[in-house]
């Protein structure tokens, strides 16, 4: 599966981005599909994942309040809202989906990745 993510750039402390995750050819409704981000030096983490169905959502503790993640089945595109940026928050994010659940596709190390969206928190 090809997962095309966009919507990154610049912002200062304290603003907003929205990515998107999308995946040509795939009805990304019929899966889990979790957020990740990696910054250099590091190794990638799970942040925020979204079940298929009904769509429960879960989060890591450091994004938890701030970020949300919600689908929008007619454009088969999952977003992340992410509000009230820091510094920490700089890195590459990916997405990825998978058929089990949220707790186990978040800790997933998955063999292959997509470019990713580039975000940089900084004043």
């Known amino acids: 599966v090809e997962f095309v993510e966009s919507g990154g750039g610049a912002v200062q402390p304290g603003g907003s981005l929205r990515l998107s995750c999308t995946a040509p050819?795939?009805?990304?409704?019929?899966?889990?599909v979790a957020w990740f981000r990696q910054v250099p030096g590091k190794e990638r983490e799970g942040i925020a994942c979204?079940?298929?169905?009904?769509?429960?959502?879960s989060y890591v503790n450091s994004v938890r309040g701030r970020f949300s993640i919600s689908r929008d089945n007619n454009k088969n595109t999952v977003y992340l809202q992410m509000n009230s940026l820091k510094s920490e928050d700089t890195a590459v994010y990916h997405c990825?989906?998978?058929?089990?659940?949220?707790?186990?596709?978040?800790?997933?190390?998955?063999?292959?990745w997509g470019r990713g969206t580039h975000v940089t928190v900084s004043s």
């Open positions: 990825q989906a998978d058929q089990d659940k949220c707790v186990i596709v978040i800790n997933t190390v998955f063999p292959f």
């Open positions: 050819g795939v009805r990304l409704d019929s899966y889990t």
């Open positions: 979204i079940s298929s169905g009904v769509g429960g959502a």
